[in-house]
């Protein structure tokens, strides 16, 4: 970690206001100097901090998690995007208040009608004449539910099984990779599919965890493969001599340092969730009416979509919105969390 | 090689056992095909146990498994419970259908898909690359059944306000598709938005891939090389970078094009396609268990066969992996 790596394609000037050493960012008071843009291309352990001091910066101390929020606060289209999702979130949360109508509030005068101002029907009517945007934001409030239930669900079962088999290793490690492997075999969306059509029974709670018990092999691997690795290290030696025990060693000393991979893994997964549990209700299998759901909305509105396209067009937009959303935030997680990843990127 | 593929393919035999024999257990308790018959008033009981003598409903489910087993290999995999319909000539009509759809869809995402990523690749922080990566990212967030209805009420309105009949928006053919070229022009009308809805999505994936694979492979110490010796950058990039970035890609292709025995699920839904996806969605709803799993038995033994050819593709591409 002394050497800068130089990525390819980013600018060769030396950085002169910003200096990375050694994860720390030093930020330069006084005017740069020109010695002092050197220093990153020769920034070598130890001598650069007494360099540094030399050369007039203030060095200011860290730690890795402000260094994290620092880069993903950087990341321009992760933090918009979390802005987006926020206020998303936000809206559908507080639905009630916001449109003046009820979810399933019906009026015959007004069946099939597009968008409009009037009456703030913004995303029109639908057959029975119900504000098509109160509906929609009641959709996303279910797909956001059932989604973070998941997300969290399948994160912890995931991130058990996969700690328990890095850290044991052996035969613990042997049956738990083995039944991993054999979720993994099953053709996912023809088990979930007969699976939401037995237990799920139209209820967001079951189906979300459906879609947990199914969703957490991966997380597990990826957790699997990070303790595997981690409990080799120095630090584990130096507290298993210190007298710490098994699960104190695999809370306070590996899991932290996991964390990276597996929050980044957990935003996928609810992006994942929402396109799938918004497919099974789609097809019919998964969350049933009365509860709402984007994708009964979309199949309900099927029937009229080619003369109230409105009915298909807005609940898919909100889903993409939510997806994009999650995907950019994960995104800017993934490289803010990358301890190797150094340049900030817009 | 052929001892490897032989060990592979009898290594298998007993994954495909016991899984389809959870499986069985797992659809057998929770489908039921004569649920709707059941709750008919007007079907006697001495009826409805006639059938489920015939088809074993009956006996414990190991010894159901049982039979299963001999109708797959003696009966090609028996008849559906309720109407008595052998099973396997309508599979193998769903799964031709299927892979039509699939093979075109997966032609044309490759295609595009290595040419977008490669092109990102070279000219990284582009222009072109930030419009491809932005675009990709959108893809993967598109609904699959919502871009099907989209194309579907984009033109369906094209044919009712201007009569133009541009692509057809449902089934596989027309009423009366006429013969030879006739024929062959009706189908590729069919099949272009369903090919369009799957390869949009595929290209997404894929072309970010394709551009990770391509980006480590061109500042790989060899490609410089290839350079100092003052190759011409066309040749370096084609010679050198693009067969090797390729593996990769290659190897997730074959893959995924197993899997794709089974259907698209969603696609072939949305489009009223007779593919093996709504093959399965049917039978789940009529609770036909003997169809689903002959579907599931199918699509995995397609997953594995293609796994293995994934490996046996990847041993032969890159010399440094030896099959043995």
């Known amino acids: 970690m002394t050497e800068r790596t130089r990525q390819p394609g980013q600018s060769t000037e030396p950085d002169v206001t910003k200096v990375d050493l050694d994860g720390g960012v030093y930020s330069s008071r006084a005017e740069p100097r020109a010695d002092v843009g050197m220093v990153t291309d020769f920034a070598l352990g130890a001598d650069s901090t007494a360099l540094a001091y030399e050369s007039g910066l203030e060095l200011k101390a860290r730690s890795q998690w402000a260094y994290i929020r620092r880069r993903f606060l950087r990341h321009r289209l992760a933090m918009g995007s979390l802005f987006v999702l926020i206020g998303v979130i936000l809206t559908s949360v507080f639905a009630s208040h916001i449109t003046s109508y009820t979810y399933t509030e019906i009026d015959f005068n007004l069946i099939l009608k597009g968008p409009t101002t009037a009456g703030h029907h913004w995303f029109g009517t639908d057959f029975l004449g119900r504000d098509y945007f109160t509906r929609v934001l009641f959709g996303i409030r279910t797909s956001i539910r059932v989604a973070v239930i998941v997300a969290l669900l399948s994160t912890s079962l995931g991130t058990v099984i996969g700690a328990l088999a890095g850290y044991f290793g052996g035969w613990i490690d042997n049956l738990l990779m083995r039944f991993t492997d054999l979720v993994l075999t099953l053709p996912l969306l023809a088990v979930l599919l007969v699976a939401a059509n037995k237990f799920g029974g139209g209820n967001p709670y079951r189906v979300a965890l459906i879609l947990a018990l199914l969703f957490w092999t991966g997380i597990a691997r990826v957790v699997r493969g990070v303790f595997l690795s981690l409990r080799e290290k120095e630090y584990v030696e130096a507290a298993k001599a210190a007298g710490a025990g098994d699960p104190r060693i695999i809370f306070r000393h590996i899991l932290p340092n996991a964390m990276g991979p597996i929050i980044v893994n957990m935003t996928l997964t609810v992006a994942n969730a929402i396109l799938i549990e918004a497919a099974l209700s789609f097809l019919g299998f998964g969350i049933k009416p009365p509860t709402p759901a984007l994708g009964s909305l979309i199949s309900d509105g099927q029937n009229e979509m080619q003369t109230a396209w409105w009915l298909v067009v807005f609940p898919g937009i909100a889903i993409m919105i939510l997806v994009l959303c999650i995907n950019f935030i994960g995104d800017g997680l993934r490289d803010a969390l990358d301890p190797t990843q150094r340049r900030v990127r817009a | ?324």
């Open chain 2, 1 to 324: 090689m052929l001892t490897y593929i032989v060990r592979r393919l009898l290594y298998a035999i007993p994954v495909l056992a016991v899984s389809s024999f959870l499986i069985f257990v797992f659809v057998s308790t929770t489908t039921d095909p004569l649920e709707a018959i059941k709750m008919n008033p007007r079907a006697s009981r001495h009826s409805i146990q006639l059938v489920e003598r015939k088809h074993h409903l009956d006996k414990p489910v190991i010894e159901r498994y049982g039979y299963w087993v001999r109708d797959v290999f003696t009966r090609q995999f028996g008849t559906t419970i309720l109407t008595d319909r052998p099973i396997f000539p309508d599979i193998r009509r769903v799964l031709g259908n299927t892979i039509q759809l699939v093979i075109a869809a997966e032609l044309l995402t490759l295609l595009l898909a290595i040419g977008i990523g490669v092109y990102s690749a070279i000219r990284q922080y582009s222009v072109f690359d930030y419009a491809a990566t932005t675009l990709s990212f959108l893809g993967l967030a598109i609904p699959t059944f919502w871009l099907g209805l989209i194309f579907q009420i984009i033109f369906v309105n094209v044919f009712v306000n201007w009569h133009v009949r541009i692509f057809y928006v449902a089934g596989l053919s027309s009423i009366n598709p006429g013969h030879g070229l006739h024929f062959y022009m009706d189908r590729v009308q069919h099949l272009v938005l369903p090919v369009l809805t799957l390869a949009i999505i595929g290209i997404a994936g894929y072309s970010r891939f394709m551009r990770a694979s391509m980006l480590e492979v061109v500042n790989a110490d060899y490609v410089r090389t290839a350079r100092a010796k003052g190759l011409v950058e066309r040749r370096v990039i084609l010679k050198h970078a693009f067969r090797n970035a390729l593996i990769p890609l290659m190897t997730l292709a074959a893959i995924d094009f197993g899997t794709f025995f089974g259907g698209a699920v969603i696609t072939e839904t949305v489009f009223g396609l007779d593919g093996m996806g709504l093959y399965f969605i049917n039978s789940l709803n009529a609770g036909e268990t003997y169809n689903i799993m002959a579907w599931l038995l199918i699509t995995a033994t397609m997953v594995v066969i293609f796994n293995l050819v994934a490996d046996v593709i990847l041993g032969f591409l890159d010399p440094r992996i030896r099959l043995d």
